[in-house]
């Protein structure tokens, strides 16, 4: 979701005639499982578009999941890695 969420806001394309907006982008300061208190920020989002940048601001609330209960075991999003 972050990651359509940035494509959107014009950090990634849809399609090849697409240009990237090297300014725009959603910054992450919180990994899964971090602890989070109230208030604190956990994304930083940039964008050229101030209707775009509050669209992404109210999604980006729905890309995260709050718990009193700590993350006990945290599997890896990398699926693979290939060689450079």
């Known amino acids: 979701m972050v990651g359509s969420l940035a494509r959107y806001l014009g950090a990634g394309r849809m399609n ?3 240009k990237i907006d090297n300014t725009a982008g959603i910054v992450l300061e919180k990994k899964i499982g971090d602890q989070v208190s109230v208030g604190e920020i956990i994304a930083y989002v940039h964008a050229n578009d101030e209707e775009k ?3 992404a601001i109210k999604n980006l609330a ?3 999941v709050y718990s009193q209960k ?3 075991t ?3 999003r990398v699926l693979d890695v290939y060689g450079i």
């Open 16 to 18: 090849d005639s697409n």
């Open 53 to 55: 940048a509050n669209g």
């Open 62 to 64: 729905d890309a995260f």
């Open 70 to 72: 700590p993350v006990l």
């Open 74 to 76: 945290l599997k890896s």
